[in-house]
């Protein structure tokens, strides 16, 4: 099965790029109607034992989510920038798509310090919608459980 | 309008690849005749303010700047390397493309010690020029106001 | 000639990937079976010094390398992120590709803090083997000789 890279690319350009900019709501829009986030510290997932810093299962839970974000963000005033990296196709079937990506996300507070925040590897489900692709399920595998201040920013 | 992604990232990696390569003339050369780059930090657009760090609003002010670097390198003898993410396509006109990429640069010093130099996005307006794209327009936006010693090193 | 640039990001993604995940025989088969793996500090290379940090011009050399990786890694336990930019086409002759692309390699340890391990930049001339591209060589070009530890980690 042939899959387009280029669309892939794009959907993940779109993903750090929105988030960075904090247009949630468009964020929202990247994910099909019935999806999963989330957020599940390597050493965990490998053991697999199923504590995850973040599960939201639904879209009202993601939407949720971001709303409290943005709340918690006006007293943790930072800039965000997504690194993501050339992704891996790991699967395809006729509708859906496999990828994994790995990323770095940096953080620079108030005072102009830019630290490097977390990195870890993409794990997503992607569904076919005409032309575009959304996500169905993303895995956020992070590299540490020791993230600072982990609410305070999505991945 | 179908944007050519190839194009855009070709033109990337060109971007990233000649100034960490010191090959500066090459670099100019993805420039086109009439062109402008600014260097601006981030909390300074949002908030509308015009101040850049570095502005050069003509192909001749851009080679002035270059020239000045290669002096003051002789001086500040490091390496940069730049990662420069997935971009997002937001914007496409016939022979014109706008598009965003993160990106981070590190900085090895004489001492063989590599730090964060800056982290930020570009926002690019793009030229076809036959099957190649030229860069009409690049604002880097940075993380921070706070860049070492940034007049080292072109971003 | 017009290269499949794909083709070269999926490269350039499994590889990473695979390392990551610690799939070093599925990394291994990404290479031809006469090919070359060498690592040389940026200041080395640029002087003309023929030093390399390793070096295996045969696949069997690297999979001996693979091993003794493998070995040291159960007592240096920790998880790798390699970040691969945007490749950049150097060459292109009927059969073979030349290509570029920056990356940087972050370790996360068992007290789960996560470092920059090293930056640099691979220069590669890949083979086409069907409609899949192998490693023919691989120069792993550091930004500094001074890596901790360098053994610990396949770049």
């Known amino acids: 099965m042939t899959v387009d890279r280029a669309a892939v690319e794009d959907l993940l350009g779109e993903y750090g790029g929105l988030l960075d900019h904090g247009r949630y709501d468009e964020w929202l829009s990247l994910f099909a109607a019935a999806c999963r986030y989330s957020v599940v510290p390597?050493?965990?997932y490998d053991q697999g034992l199923p504590v995850a810093l973040i599960l939201c299962d639904t879209?009202?839970?993601l939407e949720d989510r971001i709303m409290a974000l943005r709340e918690a963000?006006?007293?943790n005033i930072h800039i965000d920038r997504h690194l993501i990296g050339l992704p891996r196709i790991t699967g395809a079937r006729p509708g859906e798509i496999?990828?994994?990506a790995p990323f770095a996300v940096y953080q620079t507070d108030q005072e102009g310090e830019t630290r490097l925040f977390a990195t870890g590897i993409y794990q997503d489900r992607l569904h076919t919608a005409g032309e575009r692709?959304?996500?169905?399920?993303k895995l956020v595998l992070l590299d540490t459980a020791a993230v600072p201040t982990l609410l305070a920013t999505p991945l």
Chains 1, 2, 3 share one sequence.
């Open 42 to 44: 390597r050493e965990n």
């Open 59 to 61: 879209r009202f839970m």
């Open 73 to 75: 963000n006006k007293y």
């Open 98 to 100: 496999e990828i994994e």
């Open 133 to 137: 692709l959304l996500i169905a399920e």
